[in-house]
Every structure is written in C-alpha cells, then in structure tokens.
C-alpha cells in the first residue's frame, strides 16, 4: 500500500468511527465566518507575554462590535519548538488566550499554520515541524466547539510544488482527523494560494468536512505599490484604483473563477486574505476594499480581510482608533 493510500485509510477510518457527530457541514461553517480580520502574525511581543503584545484583549469584543464573525490566527510556531519539535508552552498559553477570548467575543478563530516561509525554502528539514505542530494543536484542542476551524498551511509555495502539496496536505489531515475527524479544515492551492493553482488542488473526495481557500491581491501593482518585501513594486507609487466598469469586470471574473471551482467540487469558497498596501491612495484602497469584499460575499464566499494591524492597517493602535474608511469598506454602516 502506498503512502498516500495509507493516509486516505486512516483519515476515513477516523471519519467513520466518528458517524453523525459532525455538527455542522463546512457550508454552514463558512456561512458563520462570514467577515474575518487576520490578526496577531506579526506581533512578537503577544508570543512572549500576551498581556505586552500590540492586541488587546478589548480588540476581540470591538471586533465583534463593528461587525466581524471570525478572525484568521497567523501562527509561526516553528521558532517556538525545541530540538524535539515540542512547541513552547508559553506560546501554546498565548493562543489558548486567543481562542477563548475569540469565543468569549462571538468570534470564530481559523488557527491557520502560517509557517509558508519556511515549508517554502526547506520543505524537507521543516516537514516534521509541520506535522508535530499540527500532532500538537490538534490533541489540544480536540474538545473545542466546532467554531475553532484549522487552515492547515498558509500559501504553499516554493519548494512546496503543486503535486507535493497534494501529497503533503493529505499527510497532514490524517495528523489532524487522528483527534479531531470532524473538525472543519481549510486547504488552499499551491503558489500562494493562488486561484490559477485551484486546478492542480486535489482534495480527498471521501472528507466533506473541507473549505477551500484563495487570496487575492489582484491588481498587484496597485494592492502592493511602495511593498519593500517585493522587488518589483517596492519603487511603485501614484497607482489608483478608480472603480471602472472595466477594473471592477476582471476583479469579478478572477473571484468568479475561484466561485466557479468551488461549485464544481462542491466545496465552500473562503477568501482568506485581501487587502491593498498603506502606500496606495486611501480612496482607491477604500474602494477596491469594499469591491473585493461585496463581490465575494455575492459568490457565496466568507473573507478575511489582511489584517488588523502592522501593515495594510485596519486599526490604527498608535492612535487607538479605526481607519474608518478601510472599516466601512468591510462592514458598511459600521
């Protein structure tokens, strides 16, 4: 028996021993996230001592307030685990305090392995961390409610071609329905989660419980000018977005692929990351905002706008206030 074929046997063994306790489909799930917000990837301070991070406690009730139904968790737990791939127990503290805040606020936590750097530039040293990472957090919070949802790996990318992807995430979910087979579970395609590699994604049809995602940065040289993580817009300035009949049309068409996909394999559509960088103007940024969101929500769609703050800031904790027009464009009426 192949390698694959064992995993399939035991995510199904796994799926059946379980039965009918699976509460809700991941339609329903997908329809609950409704509008998310990525928070806390880049707050270092937070994986020390969460009472010293950038995130308040107070941001998850605000969150809620202003209209969101889930938030993304980027999680970087690779630099957290010892020599035996055992994560840090302060770290592992710091999210139990997100997830029980995040419930506590009404908001469902997507814990999304956002460990892509890494997987992409040393797939082969860093794949037993990936795989003890997700042994971990899925036998702690194997009690959780159903509204804790796991994203297996953020943007695959690099080393991690399409069709080691396909091989590896079966791996993975098989770690994961060891403990929890019927866990909602996010898998994305392969380039950045790019919708183009929706083609090449090759999910197990026997594991229903599945969302799809995608992100979309579409167009690059108006969503990424003044980057400096990108060679080829970090330089860029002046790009607007206006809204045209015509810049409106190929955003719609590019979600309607991702759409499209979805409805073929009969899986829900998450948009796990949009957003367009501070350097643009913040008319065209409010703009393209609002689009992306409303045109995703019109396909059926949940979405998780990239992300609370450091970059591409939907809060501005200097000033402890909203960027109200990024605001509006998300929640309108907010």
């Known amino acids: ?21 699976q509460a809700q489909t991941p339609f329903e799930q997908s329809a609950k996230m409704a509008r998310g917000v990525n928070i806390i990837g880049y707050d270092t301070a937070l994986w020390r001592d969460h009472t010293q991070g950038r995130f308040k ?81 899925a036998q702690r919070y194997r009690d959780q409610p159903s509204d804790v949802v796991f994203e297996l790996l953020n943007e695959p990318n690099g080393q991690l071609t399409d069709q080691l992807w396909n091989g590896l995430l079966l791996e993975t979910l098989a770690v994961v329905r060891a403990s929890n087979p019927t866990r909602t579970v996010i898998i994305g ?11 090449q994604l090759e999910l197990p049809e026997w594991d229903r419980n599945l969302i799809v995602t995608v992100h979309f ?45 979805a409805r073929v394999h009969n899986r829900p559509l998450y948009l796990g990351e949009f957003g367009a960088y501070d350097k643009a103007d913040m008319a065209s940024r409010a703009r393209w905002t609002a689009h992306v969101a409303r ?36 929640a309108p009426g907010r």
């Not at 840090?88 to 460990?115: K, R």
């Not at 395609?189 to 083609?199: D, E, M, T």
Request: hydrophobic share 45%; charged share 20%.
């Open 57 to 137: 406690q107070r941001y998850f009730k605000m969150l809620k307030e202003a209209g969101f139904s889930s938030v993304r968790l980027n999680l970087h737990p690779f630099s957290h685990m010892d020599a035996s791939n055992t994560i840090s127990p302060q770290w592992l503290a710091t999210l139990d305090w997100a997830v029980a805040q995040s419930l506590a606020a009404g908001l469902m936590p997507v814990l999304d392995l956002h460990e892509f750097g890494a997987m992409a530039e040393n797939l082969e040293g860093n794949k037993p961390k990936l795989l003890a990472a997700w042994r971990q957090l």
């Open 295 to 330: 045109s995703a929500e019109k396909l059926g769609a949940s979405w998780a706008y990239w992300q609370f703050d450091s970059d591409f800031v939907l809060y501005d904790i200097n000033k402890d206030a909203w960027t109200t027009p990024i605001l509006q464009a998300l």
């Open 217 to 261: 940065y579409e167009p690059m040289r108006f969503t990424h000018q003044g980057a400096s993580w990108t060679e080829e817009f970090k330089n860029l300035s002046g790009v607007s977005w206006t809204g045209s009949e015509e810049e409106r049309r190929i955003i719609d068409s590019r979600l309607q692929q991702a759409a499209d996909w």
């Open 1 to 21: 028996m192949t390698l694959l074929k064992q995993v399939a046997a035991v995510c199904m063994a796994a799926l059946m021993a379980a039965g009918s306790a």
């Open 189 to 199: 395609p392969g380039h950045w989660n790019g919708i183009n590699s929706l083609a």
